[in-house]
T-cell receptor, first 115, second 118 residues
Framework: AQSVTQLDSQVPVFEEAPVELRCNYS??????LFWYVQYPNQGLQLLLK??????LVKGINGFEAEFNKSQTSFHLRKPSVHISDTAEYFC?????????????FGTGTLLAVQP | EPEVTQTPSHQVTQMGQEVILRCVPI?????FYWYRQILGQKVEFLVS????????KSEIFDDQFSVERPDGSNFTLKIRSTKLEDSAMYFC????????????????FGDGTRLSIL
């Protein structure tokens, strides 16, 4: 079975400061990794994904994430945040192969950007 | 950009009543999903659907739940006799994937239906 841990339920940060949202996963099989963002009263929007290749992946809105296999981590970073980045961020995994590619989500991290 | 649409955005229902949540997935997608998010909790997988049948379901998806693709464009989730604990945001998602079982196709989510059981 797979599981995802997001240790920080909330991360307050000032505008234009850098931020890192942490994600660790556990799986006995190979997985793909994703970050989704949920703005208030909206659905989940894909930020970025790691499938294979370079461990540093870039996504939309200036976000990037680094896959670290030895530490089973996939932390999300942004060098300078904006007020508009305030949202809930979810890390998720899915198996490489299976009957279905259901997503297993972490509990989410609320990024609260303050002016 | 094509998107997944869900209706209604908010559904209020009396406990014990049947409810149907509707979704229109992206037109060329082959895999369809329902997830739910109870207030303050994480997003949980309910069921996946491919080739007109359920490919996987979670332990949450008991006999009270059913899914259907009635007309080739809509994808519905029905709860037969709602309970208070069914109150949640329900998300529909769809993905490409001409090759069954491969997990690298990202899922595209709708904005959700907030279901409130009174």
């Amino acid at each position: 079975a797979q599981s995802v841990t997001q240790l920080d339920s909330q991360v307050p940060v000032f505008e234009e400061a850098p931020v890192e949202l942490r994600c660790n996963y556990s799986s006995s099989v190979s997985v793909y990794l994703f970050w989704y963002v949920q703005y208030p009263n909206q659905g989940l929007q894909l930020l970025l994904k790691y499938l294979s290749g370079s461990t540093l992946v870039k996504g939309i809105n200036g976000f990037e994430a680094e896959f670290n296999k030895s530490q089973t981590s996939f932390h999300l970073r942004k060098p300078s945040v904006h007020i508009s980045d305030t949202a809930e961020y979810f890390c998720a995994v899915t198996r490489h192969w299976g009957a279905t590619n259901k997503l297993i989500f972490g509990t989410g991290t609320l990024l609260a950007v303050q002016p | 950009e094509p998107e997944v649409t869900q209706t209604p955005s908010h559904q209020v229902t009396q406990m014990g009543q049947e409810v149907i949540l509707r979704c229109v997935p992206i037109s060329n997608h082959l895999y369809f999903y329902w997830y739910r998010q109870i207030l303050g909790q994480k997003v949980e997988f309910l069921v996946s659907f491919y080739n007109n049948e359920i490919s996987e379901k979670s332990e949450i998806f008991d006999d009270q739940f059913s899914v259907e693709r009635p007309d080739g464009s809509n994808f519905t989730l029905k709860i037969r006799s709602t309970k208070l604990e069914d109150s949640a945001m329900y998300f529909c998602a769809s993905s490409e994937g001409a090759f069954q079982g491969r997990g690298d196709q990202p899922q595209h989510f709708g904005d959700g239906t907030r279901l409130s059981i009174l």
